[in-house]
Every structure is written in structure tokens, then in C-alpha cells.
């Protein structure tokens, strides 16, 4: 629960070629993640006030791409996080750190593009 007394509420990943844009098929996903809530916390009156839906990618082996362009080394990618954006943007942050100052980091390797 927020400070302002708000739940904040999702649903599990699912496999799509693009984020659902038909507002009938967003509002059916809106019930039903609003009915678990209810039937987690009956107690609460809750409404849906804001949603979204987006595109998730994972790279096949679930690490991410942290590197520069070849084409424009001042251009750092941070991609293929999926949904543990959360940890992997730390992870990305501390080696494109690294990487503007000029410092070699241990695990650079891993999340380099052309990897085996």
C-alpha cells in the first residue's frame, strides 16, 4: 500500500509479438487483476485508476546486452533485461560506469553482445 493509500497491482508475464492496443481486451485484463486483488484484500474498496501494458524482452539466455555501439562507441546499450530490469539496471550501471572512465570491469564480458 502507497503512503496514499493505493495498491499497486500486475500481472504475470505473457508471450506477445506486441502491446494489446484493443481498450475491450485491456479493460478484461483490468477485471481480472482487480478480482485478485479483491480476493486478496476484501476488505478494501479498490478501483483501477491507471493501466498500461508494454513489451517485456529477454535476451535467450535472460542476461542482458550492456555494451557500446560499434557504430557510436558514445552510445552505451542496456537491453534484453525482461522483467529483472530492476536488478539488471544496477548490474548495467556499475559496468557502463566502468566503461566511461576508462575501467576494465570483471564482468563486461558477460553481458557483451557477441557472447557463446
Given at each position: ?24 481486451a485491456i479493460d ?37 546486452f550492456i555494451g ?25 550501471a556499475s559496468i ?21
Amino acid at each position: 500500500m502507497t503512503e496514499d493509500n493505493r495498491v499497486i497491482a500486475g500481472e504475470t508475464d505473457k508471450k506477445a509479438d506486441s502491446p494489446e492496443k484493443k481498450k475491450g481486451a485491456i479493460d478484461k485484463r483490468n477485471r481480472e487483476i482487480l478480482e485478485r486483488v479483491q480476493s486478496l484484500m476484501p476488505n478494501l474498496d479498490v478501483k483501477v485508476e491507471y493501466s498500461w501494458n508494454t513489451l517485456s524482452a529477454d535476451s535467450k539466455d535472460h542476461i542482458p546486452f550492456i555494451g557500446p555501439s560499434k557504430k557510436d562507441p558514445r552510445r552505451i546499450y542496456l537491453i534484453g533485461v525482461g522483467g529483472n530490469g530492476l536488478v539488471h539496471s544496477m548490474a548495467g550501471a556499475s559496468i557502463i560506469a566502468d566503461y566511461i572512465d576508462g575501467i576494465k570491469n570483471p564482468y563486461a564480458g558477460v553481458v557483451k553482445a557477441k557472447r557463446k
